[in-house]
Structure formats: C-alpha cells, structure tokens
C-alpha cells in the first residue's frame, strides 16, 4: 500500500501520510491546516500547473456565526458566475488521507486533497448566448432593403438585364446607389441565408402589393421595339393596345393591361422615340429641362451650406428689380406687336375670323372659338372642349382640370379646377383660384406646356363693341 502512495503522490506526500498515525493527538489544528497547505503548495510546484509564488502561512481567523458553520464549506462549490468557466477539481485513487485528517479537514473549511488535473466545462449558458447572436448579425444589415425593393429589383433585373438602367429607371424606397444595387443582387444569387430571408419576406407580402409593385415593372427592349412600329400620327385607342396584347402575350409582361402600353406609347412619342419620329436638335440659345433632369443637377451638397443674409437680401431686390422689369416688357410687348404687324402687314397665321384665342403645344393646336371653353381629360363618361391628352400622357390631369373665360373688357381668365396647380409664366394657380391670361402666355399642366395666343385684332373689335354698349 505504501508503494501505490508514492507512486501518486509526491515524497512530500508520502511522508505526511506514513507518519500520521503516529502523530500525537496534542498537536494543535493551526499548524495541522499549515501542513497540509504546505503539501498542497508542493503538490501544484511539482505537478508544474501553477507556478510557485509568495504567500503567508498564518491563517486569518474570526468569529463565525451558526448559519454561517454550515454554509461556508459549501460557498466556495456552489457560487458560479453566469458565462464563466467552472473549475472541476479530478481527485487521484491512491490520494487517500486517514479518516481523522478528514474530518479535521472539514473542520477547517477547505479540502485536504490537491488537485492534480484541472478540467474547464464551459456552462450552457454561453452556448445559448452564441446561439442567438448568429442570426441577429446576419439580420443586421436588412434594415434597408425591404421586401418591396427585393421583389421590384428581381422584377427589373429580369425585364432589362442592366443594373445600371435598374438603378436609373426603379424608384425603391430609400436612395440606393449603384454599388448598393448590385451588391444586394449578388447577395440574392449567392447569399443562402440573405435569399431565403428575402423569398420568406417576399412571401408574406399582401397579394394586392405585389400586384402594384408589378405594374411598375420597367418595358424590355422588345416591348418598346412592338410598342415603336405604332404609327406618331394615328391616334390609337384602347382597342389596338388589346390586340397588340393579345397577338404577343410571351412578350409583354403578365401585368401588363391596355391602358398602361397607351401610356407608354404616348411617352414614346413625346421623347422622339417610335420608329417613323425622327430626334429634333434641341434649339440653340435655350436648355430644355423637365424636372427630373433639373432635379439630377441639383447639388445636395450646396443645399445644406450656411446662410447668407447679406446676399440674400441683395438678391432679393435684384429679383424685385427684375421682375419689374419683366412686368413693364409684358405691358409694352402688345404696343410692340402692333407695331409689327403695320410694318409687315401680316398678322399671325394662327387665327381667322371666328377664333378667338389658341392654345398651341408641341404636338397639337386648341382653337377657342367660344367665350368660354374647359380643359381637361376627356373620359367615355364626360367630353370636354379641349383634350389634354391628344399632346401627351395626361393621366396626371383632371377630367375638368381649368376653364378660360373671356369677359366682356378682353380680358381672358382661367379658373383652376383640378387637383393638381396650373403654372401660368412659372406661377402657381392653385385649385379655386383664377389667373388672368396674357398673350404668348406659357401655360404648364402635369408636365405639358402650352402658348396662349390672343387673337389682337378679334379681341379689339369686341372691345368697341362693348364699348358702344355701355354708351347711353
């Protein structure tokens, strides 16, 4: 029995054990917990697990309360910290003390076998904790891109195969740049946890959502190229748009109705773009630019500088100063007309005896020919005197959108009473309100501008006329 020992444990050790029974019983338990601190000490030293280090020997003592007997042999096996490794001491066979060491061992609070091999358990809680995480990181990033922009970006890619005309031609809801576009499209085919958090989120959309986002679907090359070979100068009606649907359904998107290839085709034919229309030059002296390309040229970074109020103030009287000018060149440009029409001796092709005033657009030209005339668009439902839509895509404008009236002085008003502002010369006219019209007026509604012309000579025989009425 006395060579297992040894073979266990340490000389030290050994010694210790082989001599207790012979130790006599008077010795004190100060120096009995000393000598099995010592051993313990020699015990890690020789295992080579903890270095060696200074410490004291003597013991601290104080009073002890009755609860505290009891629990404090069991405080130091019971108390872990949450997410810390825990420290399992293995006891050795052959490290056996005799049975009075161990119950003064008891007796002292602590352990009388040294451990020889430490084993770090790692606790469940930490597991869970890294469990948890995982998915929260890679959802991290999906704020941004909703299940909307996923199914409008799958849906654009597959009509244009173009990223960059995606990126031009799709409106999602934040503003993503080009980069941000393709990386979330590379992410869709090549991500497996990103595609099938999107396709579970695409999925839960509503049915009549996604039927809105796929009436946005951006036109093919070969839906335009059809829509094209419809000639500028027919005025085409629902009806050739439906055949036109009904001859080709592989080629136009399944979403697609008669009413929004109308639209389209008048966008077409608006921009120069079908087959029989040639691109104009654009004329020399002048920029032509809608909002969209105003809006493109726009700095963001010049938006957001600091305040000038000295040059604000200098560049609100030069605007006073200019439109006053503007104001007395409006007022001297009939008497210049006049003039110029005596020296030439022509006046303006556009009218005739019964015409009152016109309105002349880019592609067609109203002719006012009674004292009061509505504009608008026409519907099956209601007619109007003039049609906004034989110029351009007018589904933006109101069935009844204004009315131009003549009073009896010549002076022509219109009335606004859509939804959506008139621009008369750059100025709002808001619904309900009205706005006096003068010749070679620029009148701009849903995007499509006009010049109202004044038939001069008409509007001055009117003008005598009641003139002579008023007469006693």
Known sequence: MEKDVKAGIPSGVAAEVAAGPLVSQSRSEDEESTAVKRTAAQAFSGAG????????????????FDDELVE????????????QPVIEPIRCPGNDLASSDKKKGLKSGSSLTPPLAMVIAPSSMTKRMKKNKQPLQITKDLGRWKPTDDLLLINAVLQTTDLTSVHLGVKFSCRFTLREIQERWYALLYD???SKLAWQ?????????IAAIQSKALFSQTEEALLAKIASSSQPKLEVFQDLLNKHPNVFYPSRTAKNLMVHWQLLKQYYLLEDQSVQPLPKGEQVLNFSDAEQVVDDAKLKDSRDEVLEH???IADRHQKREIRQLEQELPRWQVLVDSITGMNSPDFDNQTLAALRGRMVRYLMRSREITLGRATKDKQIDVDLSLEGPAWKISRKQGIIKLKNNGDFFIANEGRRPIYIDGRPVLSGNKWKLNNNSVMEIA???FVFLINQELISLIKAEAAKMNQP
């Not at 697990?49 to 002890?64: E, V």
């Open 49 to 64: 697990l903890i270095p060696k280090r200074r410490s004291s020997s003597r013991s601290i003592k104080r009073k002890k």
């Open 72 to 83: 404090s042999s069991l405080a130091k096996s019971t108390s872990r910290v949450k997410g």
């Open 192 to 194: 497996p946890v990103i």
């Open 201 to 209: 989120a695409m999925r839960q959309l509503h049915p009549e959502a």
């Open 314 to 316: 200098e560049l609100m």
């Open 447 to 449: 995007g499509l501008r």
